[in-house]
């Protein structure tokens, strides 16, 4: 397969501050020696993108490029760069990328990095016709190949998946687990799914925005749904788990209460992921530490992902045990990208993936 650069213009959606998208020209950027260029063929939306366009991002510098749940085609390898690539490979990007020095670095933790500059935050993201995979990110090979029958489309999903596998890498989920999710967006149900594929039995999910849990809660299989605006949460999981509790809390929402509440429901033993995190002026919470002590509870964090997760995911959307199209609830043009913010934003969907071109 021949790719061409069409012309030495792009199209790229170009936000310039809090509710200011506009998709304009923009100038190719030229592929230096150390760096790879690539069609950017989609581009799903991400929580953290429409957070972006309501409030900005520390940084994000506008104007910039956002988008990192990225699949494309290689274009374009720079002289200096040594890899197996070649031009016309079908990839998605890895979004964190590292100092490549530092300790966490070095155990291939660059989420974790202090100096972590991400595709679509520091370097130009997915929202555009071409986009470069940088010097720093092509040392690190912070890259997935897509197997042929995992589709550029379906592989918008990696990122996100991703993310969920960092997550529960942590959480040892068995055969007969009870889990419990807190919240019903795009992420809630990638988290129960996973859950499912780990052997877990029951699956519960919980979400005030109640309307929307239950119509995309038909997308797929055995999840119960609790209602918290009708009912009390603490008491319908205490009796589907005959007192004995959840063994694994999942807060996949921005939302103090649940992270407050898992302490309630969680069993001895249990394991609880603070997937999602809270608005950085209010994210102090009060729990009983002796809970944690007495019944031993796990407490872990959850931070965006690196290359091994995006492997998972691949191969889990490559085996079918994941289903990109339960997720995938719109697929839209790129002029249509403040309109899939705003669909985002306002729960009426599940996954938005932005098509940029073929
Ligand atoms: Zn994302
Ligand atoms: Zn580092």
Redo the contacts with the bound molecule.
Sequence with gaps: MKITKKEEILRAAIFHGPEKISVENWKLPVCADDEILIKVNYCAICGTDVRTFFHGHKKVIPPAIIGHEITGEIVEIGKEVKTNLKVGDRITPVTSI?????R??QKGLYNL?P?TKALGYYWAGGFAEYMIIPGPAVKQNAWVLLPENVSLLEGALIEPLSCVINAQNYLNIQDGDTVVIYGGGPIGFMHAVMAQTSGAEKLIMVDPAFDRLEKFARNFDNIILINPNTENTVAKIKDITRNFGADVVITACPAKQAQIEAFSIAAPHSRISFFGGLPKDDSMITIDSNLIHYLEISVFGAFASNRKDYQKAVDLISSRKIDPSKFITEVISLEEIEKGIRLVKNGSVLKVVVKIQE
């Design positions: 590292g100092c490549g020095v530092c966490l670095c990095c100096d």
